[in-house]
T-cell receptor, first 111, second 109 residues
Framework: GAGVSQSPRYKVAKRGQDVALRCDPI?????LFWYQQALGQGPEFLTY????????KSGLPSDRFFAERPEGSVSTLKIQRTQQEDSAVYLC?????????FGQGTRLTVV | EDQVTQSPEALRLQEGESSSLNCSYT??????LFWYRQDPGKGPEFLFT???AGEEKEKERLKATLTKKESFLHITAPKPEDSATYLC??????????FGAGTTVTVRA
């Protein structure tokens, strides 16, 4: 596709519910990233994939967060037992070299 | 600890009133400095990458410059469509971007 595509755009979850956020990167981009952006702040790094390998997950806030990219293309960020502090915009980005291109994000609201 | 600080937090300009945004950083082993534009409800849109002190990049009314401790984004004769939040980020290794909190620019007609 022309850009990074994320779905859903908006997600409202009840506290304790599991959610799954999807990212379709730009075709041919080897690297894929997940970032979390709180209101009024810059994005914070969560995790990094090179093809299907998750090379860095140091930014994942807790073991309730899990990301995968099984075939080296589409990626899913899963959050188990959501908490109110998980409310944020989750951004996916992909790159071929150093410039990362971002999707529109998924706004997660936990109520 | 690596830090990226942007100032001011907010900037209100009259159309045509040029100004500059600042991004100061304390990072060892900088691999690159990036500027992004973010509109409300959208993801960051890539603008520039700067790799070494003294480098400059231009795009329409925007010009980015880099020194060893900071970067500036100059907006020349801004238009209302330049209203957005401008984010800077530093690349320390091959892949991880550390972002500042952004400067929100509002340009009034």
């Amino acid at each position: 596709g022309a850009g990074v595509s994320q779905s859903p755009r908006y997600k409202v979850a009840k506290r304790g519910q599991d959610v799954a956020l999807r990212c379709d990167p730009i075709s041919g981009h080897v690297s894929l990233f997940w970032y979390q952006q709180a209101l009024g702040q810059g994005p914070e790094f969560l995790t990094y994939f090179q093809n299907e390998a998750q090379l860095d997950k140091s930014g994942l806030p807790s073991d309730r967060f899990f990301a995968e990219r099984p075939e080296g293309s589409v990626s899913t960020l899963k959050i188990q037992r959501t908490q109110q502090e998980d409310s944020a915009v989750y951004l996916c980005a992909s790159s071929r070299r150093t410039e990362a291109f971002f999707g529109q994000g998924t706004r997660l609201t936990v109520v | 600890e690596d830090q990226v600080t942007q100032s001011p937090e907010a900037l209100r300009l009259q159309e045509g009133e040029s100004s500059s945004l600042n991004c100061s950083y304390t990072v060892s082993g900088l691999r690159g400095l990036f500027w992004y534009r973010q509109d409300p409800g959208k993801g960051p849109e890539f603008l520039f990458t700067l790799y070494s002190a003294g480098e400059e990049k231009e795009k329409e009314r925007l010009k980015a410059t880099l020194t060893k401790k900071e970067s500036f984004l100059h907006i020349t004769a801004p238009k209302p469509e330049d209203s957005a939040t401008y984010l800077c980020a530093v690349l320390k290794n091959d892949y991880k971007l550390s972002f500042g909190a952004g400067t929100t620019v509002t340009v009034r007609a």
